[in-house]
């Protein structure tokens, strides 16, 4: 009787990026002057067609498109993104993030 083929694992995506995750568990915590802004979350989507729903937070949301292109809507408003570009939503602003289909959008994620 044959052995049974080992199944490879699959390969990581983007191991880089997901570095970049591993670290999302460090506190980050800057201070200038009297002002004060920790980080309480990080991560990344990464270049395949996505779509975050609309939605809102109690914090800040800083966005940097590091590839593609898509459209961020902010209050009802549609905003071209691409490969370079940051954008921030404010607490209770609801927004949503569209990635192109044709050329991907990826985001690197503050919050």
């Not at 990344?44 to 800040?60: A, D, E, V």
């Not at 459209?71 to 940051?86: C, S």
Request: glycine residues 10%; contains cysteine.
């Amino acid at each position: 009787m044959a052995k049974p083929a080992r199944i490879a694992d699959p390969p990581r995506a983007d191991p880089p990026r997901e570095r970049f995750i591993e670290l999302a568990r460090t506190p980050v915590r800057v201070t200038l002057g009297s002002f004060t802004a920790e980080v309480l979350g990080w991560g990344f989507i990464g270049t395949k067609p996505w779509r975050n729903w609309l939605h809102s937070h109690t914090y800040y949301e800083i966005c940097y498109a590091y590839a593609g292109r898509g459209r961020f809507r902010m209050l009802g408003v549609d905003h071209a993104v691409e490969r370079g570009q940051v954008f921030v939503a404010k607490p209770g602003e609801e927004h949503e993030i569209i990635s192109s289909r044709r050329d991907p959008l990826g985001i690197y994620f503050w919050s």
